[in-house]
């Protein structure tokens, strides 16, 4: 019984941990997720379907890469490099633009700091964004919840009845 319990508080400190850090900044963490969905102004740093795991600071650096929403661009997220600081907000640049981005978000405004990217990931997102998609895989999700409900124990083999056998009839 101890070695349940124990084995049950290694279960919710493990899963409390991994929540501290990877938790999301609209419940409460410190990370932000961003889909690279479009574009390729950042070159081969970031490529479509990457994910972007952004991490919230209090300040940011020449050189670090931060996403934030572009009001200009109907409120999409911009992942660019930060190239300097003037009156109080950011100057970014895309990687592979020849251009400085004309929006210069201040640091409240900015979602977080690239902390790592996942090659690949995020294209499931953007598969999943199709709602014909959605919906198979939600089927599939429902199908087989049906399918692996709790199965109905059988009972001991001694408990069970012996299996009859036919005798012929007659003469």
């Known amino acids: ?28 963490g410190r990370l932000s997720y961003v889909v690279v969905s ?22 940011f650096e020449i050189g670090h890469v931060v996403a934030y929403e572009d ?3 109907k409120g999409r997220v911009i992942i660019h490099r930060v ?9 970014t640049k895309g990687d592979a633009n020849d251009f400085i981005d004309s929006f210069r978000p201040a640091e409240v405004d900015v979602l977080g ?8 990931v995020g294209s499931l997102a953007i598969w999943l964004r199709v709602p014909g998609h959605a919906a198979v895989v939600t089927g599939l999700v429902v ?3 049906i399918g692996f409900g709790p199965a109905r124990e059988q009972p001991p083999r001694e408990a069970r009845s012996p299996p009859r056998v036919a005798r012929p009839s007659g003469s």
């Open 1 to 28: 019984m101890a070695g349940r319990r124990i084995s049950s508080l290694s279960a919710v400190a493990a899963v409390a941990g991994l929540w501290l850090l990877l938790a999301p900044a609209s419940l409460g």
């Open 38 to 59: 479009q574009g390729t102004s950042m070159g081969s740093s970031l490529r479509y379907g990457d994910l972007a795991v952004m991490r919230h600071a209090s300040t």
């Open 71 to 73: 009001p200009d661009l």
């Open 83 to 91: 190239l300097d600081r003037k009156d109080g907000r950011l100057v």
């Open 113 to 120: 700091r690239m902390w790592t990217r996942i090659p690949r």
């Open 143 to 145: 199908l087989m919840l």
